[in-house]
């Protein structure tokens, strides 16, 4: 066995949401033959890729198949997530991935859509971040069981800078940790989208692979104002089944596929999609609509990320501070899992095929 033969039969394994092969995309490294064995490492899009099993099958079948049938094949894979950002940004520049989830209105689970992605991306082994942007109604504080902390604060170039809290290997950052809870936050448009600044200016974020950000409901200043000062990679919609909820993230579809504005949209969650009972497993009971955030996808031609069941450990878990995919419950893990998975391949195929991300051009 050669390094030639090798790399050409690696050549017949294709990156599956790419579409091209392994070694045309320079995944393929430090291949070392001794005799009879074969080492190399395949450099993954992501640490959380879905597809690992499946490229590490397709490439040891490859080299029995066109290199040595009797070949001891040694995989190892390591990850180095792809980003589409322009060099010249300064804002975030260790954020590989900025990831928006976003609802038309509130009470649909936008935020437990956006802790459990946070955390399910975590779980794969990507540094992942967590910005609650819901300046009127923050979450994170609740969610993740840090009600009453404070983040630290450390000097860097004579200013102030933010040391994000860290719960379940997710870096939190929250106006609920930097107000008392009891006082209501009553800030007009442009105070909300100062704070806003603030986090992304002056929170040191590190090195991140993906940093989810949970915004407000509805459409306003607050996306505005995001979407002009960092490099948005794209968003993630939430939705339930009932046709309410549907009317409005029509509007957030919309607003987002603006010519002056147009960040892609990253796919689509139906929460609260159906209830089972636990002593009727077999049963589901549509109690806000039949498969209307699937219809929605379809109509308007976006990835559908997957249905998230009512399930009572997802509000109770999101209640003591310990989020679906942090707890035990498989039926909702199974869930988010999915709905990550796809997403995760979808920035993936995002950031390969269009254009860089940049600050959008939002007219005042």
């Known amino acids: 066995?050669?390094?030639?033969?090798?790399?050409?039969?690696?050549?017949?394994?294709?990156?599956?949401?790419?579409?091209?092969?392994?070694?045309?995309?320079?995944?393929?490294?430090?291949?070392?033959?001794?005799?009879?064995?074969?080492?190399?490492?395949?450099?993954?899009?992501?640490?959380?890729?879905?597809?690992?099993?499946?490229?590490?099958?397709?490439?040891?079948?490859?080299?029995?198949?066109?290199?040595?049938?009797?070949?001891?094949?040694?995989?190892?894979?390591?990850?180095?997530?792809?980003?589409?950002?322009?060099?010249?940004?300064?804002?975030?520049?260790?954020?590989?991935?900025?990831?928006?989830?976003?609802?038309?209105?509130?009470?649909v689970g936008k935020s437990t859509v956006a802790a459990n992605l946070a955390l399910a991306l975590a779980e794969g082994g990507a540094h992942v971040g967590l910005m609650d942007a819901d300046i009127y109604g923050p979450s994170v504080p609740i969610m993740f069981g840090v009600r009453g902390q404070r983040p630290m604060m450390r000097e860097m170039n004579g200013k102030g800078i933010i040391i994000p809290l860290e719960k379940y290997h997710i870096k939190l950052m929250s106006i609920g940790l930097l107000v008392d809870e009891k006082n209501a936050v009553v800030w007009r448009g442009p105070m909300a989208s100062s704070a806003i600044k603030q986090f992304v200016t002056e929170v040191d974020w590190g090195e991140l692979d993906y940093l989810v950000i949970d915004m407000p409901p509805g459409t306003g200043d607050i996306h505005l104002t995001l979407m002009q000062t960092v490099p948005v990679t794209g968003v993630v919609i939430v939705t339930t089944p009932q046709p309410v909820a549907l009317a409005?993230?029509?509007?957030?579809?919309?607003?987002?596929?603006?010519?002056?504005?147009?960040?892609?949209?990253?796919?689509?969650?139906?929460n609260m999609a159906y209830f089972t009972p636990a002593e009727l497993p077999n049963n589901k009971y549509y109690l806000f609509g039949k498969e209307g955030g699937k219809k929605l996808a379809e109509e308007y031609e976006l990835p559908f990320l997957g249905q998230i069941p009512i399930v009572q450990s997802i509000r109770e878990g999101g209640d003591t501070g310990v989020p679906a995919m942090a707890g035990d419950d498989v039926i909702s893990q199974e869930a988010f899992r999915t709905i990550t998975n796809i997403a995760v391949r979808n920035i993936a195929m995002r950031n390969a095929n269009m254009i860089n991300t940049q600050p959008v051009a939002v007219p005042s």
């Open 1 to 107: 066995m050669t390094e030639a033969d090798i790399l050409k039969a690696l050549s017949n394994v294709q990156e599956p949401d790419l579409g091209k092969d392994l070694v045309t995309l320079n995944m393929v490294k430090d291949i070392v033959i001794d005799d009879n064995e074969v080492s190399f490492t395949i450099v993954l899009t992501t640490p959380a890729c879905p597809l690992k099993e499946i490229i590490g099958k397709a490439s040891e079948n490859a080299i029995h198949t066109f290199v040595n049938k009797n070949a001891k094949v040694n995989i190892n894979f390591t990850a180095h997530t792809t980003t589409n950002r322009k060099d010249a940004l300064q804002l975030l520049t260790g954020v590989k991935n900025i990831i928006a989830v976003v609802s038309g209105k509130g009470g």
């Open 248 to 270: 409005d993230a029509k509007k957030g579809i919309a607003m987002f596929g603006q010519a002056q504005i147009n960040v892609p949209i990253i796919g689509l969650v139906e």
